[in-house]
């Protein structure tokens, strides 16, 4: 019965597909043959479609092979994987094999006591090099301080869920979006299983700066209204330093200190219109985002259960 669902998306990884096959019949073994594997190959410009179509049929675990039209992305790809997955139980593998296999399994014996709806791997450690460790914790840092203040703090990248949470996670159609923030804000019951990130023995990663920050933007304006927030607390306090100031301004033009025509009003005018211009722009946006918040079509609440109980 081939009841476990793994997600793999496939970009640039044409140097990883035979450790990756040979992992994952491992995996299937290990499974005691239950494994379906579901490969997205992301409008990957190498040979990935190529050289699966060829070696799939060989494989001992059974398979599903997308091809998409072109490079979507990595969470793009994961939802279509989650989409096309036929399992109970569902998890997400990187094709690179930096998050160890053995990972899944624990994962799928988590979920399959029960206790939990989705489990997240959590990075205890990473073997990466000293700079890129040092820019991904500065990512994750300012992920947890401005969007999820639940993520653990060496960031989530692969996860496992049972039906509901996939269910739940695919009604959620937004397109510039984050998956792993949609993860949290669903709620549900959640564990963590740790692990150490491998160094990755083929090809470089295509998670780039640029694509971290594209990331991370997408998120905050998608997950919360810290820059509205920001514009409303700075023009407030603008305004209250305005006066503050305008005040002192006009006690010393009174008082003979301010000597130059017309300086104290041009003063107080700049710093008040200036500052009340930042609130305006805040109370604008804050209208803003409830308007974009309605157009997401994101449930008011996600229910786990309904029970009935009837009185005879």
């Known amino acids: 019965m081939r009841d476990l669902s793994v997600i793999v998306p496939v970009y640039k990884n044409e140097a990883s597909i035979p450790d990756l096959l040979r992992a994952l019949a491992a995996l299937d073994g290990k499974l005691n043959g239950r494994l379906e594997v579901v490969f997205v190959v992301d409008g990957s410009p190498d040979r990935c479609h190529e050289l699966l179509l060829a070696q799939l049929p060989d494989q001992p675990f059974a398979a599903k092979l997308v091809l998409l039209s072109r ?9 279509m994987g989650l989409m096309h997955a036929a399992g109970s139980l569902f998890a997400v593998m990187a094709a690179d094999l930096q998050e160890p296999p053995e990972l899944i399994v624990q994962m799928f014996g988590v979920l399959s006591g ?76 959640r564990a963590e299983v740790p692990y150490e990130r491998q160094i990755r023995q083929h090809g470089s990663s295509a998670w780039t700066w640029k694509k971290k920050v594209s990331y991370l933007a997408d998120s905050v304006f998608s997950f919360t209204d810290l820059p509205i927030r920001g ?78 109980f009837f009185k005879s």
């Not at 490079?71 to 939802?79: I, L, P």
Request: proline letters at 3%; aromatic letters at 12%.
């Open 71 to 79: 490079n979507f992305g990595a969470f793009a790809a994961v939802r």
């Open 114 to 189: 029960g206790a939990c709806d989705v489990v997240v791997g959590v990075r205890a450690a990473r073997s990466d090099p000293l700079l890129q460790r040092w820019t991904a914790r500065l990512f994750w840092s300012a992920y947890r301080r401005w969007v999820v203040p639940q993520m653990p703090a060496g960031g989530v990248d692969i996860f496992a869920c049972n039906q509901s949470f996939r269910d739940a996670l695919l009604a959620l159609e937004e397109s510039r979006s984050s998956l792993i923030a949609q993860i949290f804000w669903l709620g549900f019951r």
């Open 231 to 308: 514009l409303l607390w700075t023009g407030t306090l603008g305004v209250l330093t305005a006066v503050a100031l305008g005040t002192v301004a006009v006690l010393g033009r009174m008082l003979g200190m301010i000597a130059v025509p017309g300086y104290a009003m041009t003063l107080v005018a700049i710093l008040f219109f200036g500052a009340l211009n930042l609130l305006s722009l805040g109370i604008v946006g804050a209208y803003a985002w409830r308007a974009y918040e309605n157009t997401k079509h994101r449930p008011q609440a996600v229910a786990l259960t309904i029970q009935h």
